[in-house]
């Protein structure tokens, strides 16, 4: 019998790649996401790519009606939670939005998923729930601390799973902390679409090479790395994707029953902002104009993941380099000039 997974968020930069990899296996997806930050016509373009139409309940996750209505319609075997508000600067300023939508959806999804007898859920996380790590690369029984109010939503939300696991043990979850996804889906037609101003390092360093940014500016040139810029673990979208794949699968196969599993998603190694803006220029052919300013508030000098307990668990491990990421990013950000 086909499974079917539910993909809240299922239209937005991670959750379309997460659909279109879990099509490509032969399941059955639905997508319930409001269109608050995706494209409606990522439905059509994940189905262009030629590995499945996913079926759509447009709604907002924090509504029972909606939710009640796509588990009503379709025998659900497992939840992927993708959404949600995601930008750290705007969790700041608005710090009351983010904990209504994050938490408000996370809860009236996981109630929903009593109520309906569904007990697989992969959460997306994020290593911010690390704060500012003490050591690196982290592994994932490393202190918790965000610095953030997005990075506490993702934090809370991690521990009221840990509650909802202890009072219905045969539930498990997976919680997958991301480290930071970029890139594109190789055909090119699904990628990142920031509205506004780029709120992360890729997109702004692609719209600089497209020209629809002047200068790209890079937050400290003084940070204790090798060429002074700050280290992040890049990943792959398509990789992260992956990831959620062989969670799920693990979930499905009855493993971590009564468990809300914690696991790193990212490559193990670290770049700086200076080679990665270097690797995006040889995937564009064309120089990205940068300015070195001041160090930003918050910002570590190194963030790198330990995602060894993703191959323990699940097999698991990025595949995809800088070059590939920067490569595939390029091509979408070409469709999008040329469109």
Known sequence: MTQTVLATGGAGYIGSHVVAELLATGRRVVIIDDFSNADPDVIDRIARIGVGRPELVEGDVRDPARLDAAFGRFPVDAVIHLAGLKAVGESVADPLRYHDVNLGGAVALFQAMVRHGVRRLVFS??????????????????????LNPYGRTKLMIE????????????FASVSLRYFNPVGAHASGLIGELPRGVPNNLFPYIAQTAAGVRARLSVFGGDYPTPDGTGVRDYIHVADLAQGHLAAVDF???????????PVNLGCGRGYSVLESIRAFERAAGRAVPYDIVARRPGDVAECVADPSRAAELFGWRARRGIDEMCADHWAFQSRLMAS
């Open 125 to 146: 996380s994020s290593a911010t729930v690390y704060g500012a790590p003490r050591s690196s690369p982290i592994v994932e029984a490393a202190p918790l601390g965000a």
């Open 159 to 170: 521990q009221i799973i840990d509650d909802l696991v202890v009072a219905e043990p045969a």
């Open 251 to 261: 979930l499905l196969a009855g493993e971590g029953k009564g468990r809300n599993t």
